[in-house]
């Protein structure tokens, strides 16, 4: 998949996101990347063979207090190369995509990562019955 059509897909699952969350989506920017940096893989201790789909990088919005302003935006990176090593086929690497963007997002509105776990849960749950 090129680039630019993985870039649509990151488009769609974000078109995906319900507006009432995406109006409070606040100073963050969303980027697409093969491959995570050298430096995140150091920084999230990734040793080698472990693959990582998205990462959230900033202060989210239950963390932001009077003092912030004039910060640089929060980063929401999606990584194409993983999704595409481990996606069955491009209707799995477009669920893969939405799955990944609705997690990072999440880190943004301030779930931790235990907290963004079991809300998938529930939710492949009531997708499930």
């Known amino acids: 998949m090129t680039g630019k059509e993985f870039e649509k897909l990151v488009g769609e699952a974000v078109d995906t996101i319900p507006q009432e969350f995406l109006k409070k989506l606040n100073n963050v920017a969303i980027v697409v990347a093969d491959?995570?940096?050298?430096?995140?893989?150091?920084?999230?201790?990734?040793r080698?063979?472990?693959?990582?789909?998205?990462?959230?990088?900033?202060?989210s919005l239950l963390r932001r207090g009077a003092g912030y302003t004039?910060?640089?935006p929060d980063k929401i990176t999606i990584f194409k190369r993983p999704m595409e090593y481990f996606a069955r086929d491009n209707n799995d690497l477009k669920e893969i995509v939405k799955h990944t963007v609705w997690h990072e997002i999440a880190h943004h509105f301030g779930m931790s990562e235990s907290q963004v776990r079991a809300s998938e849960a529930k939710r492949r749950e009531k997708t499930a019955s």
């Open 70 to 72: 004039g910060a640089l």
């Open 35 to 46: 491959e995570p940096t050298l430096q995140q893989r150091v920084k999230l201790r990734l």
């Open 48 to 59: 080698h063979g472990m693959s990582l789909f998205g990462l959230y990088e900033g202060v």
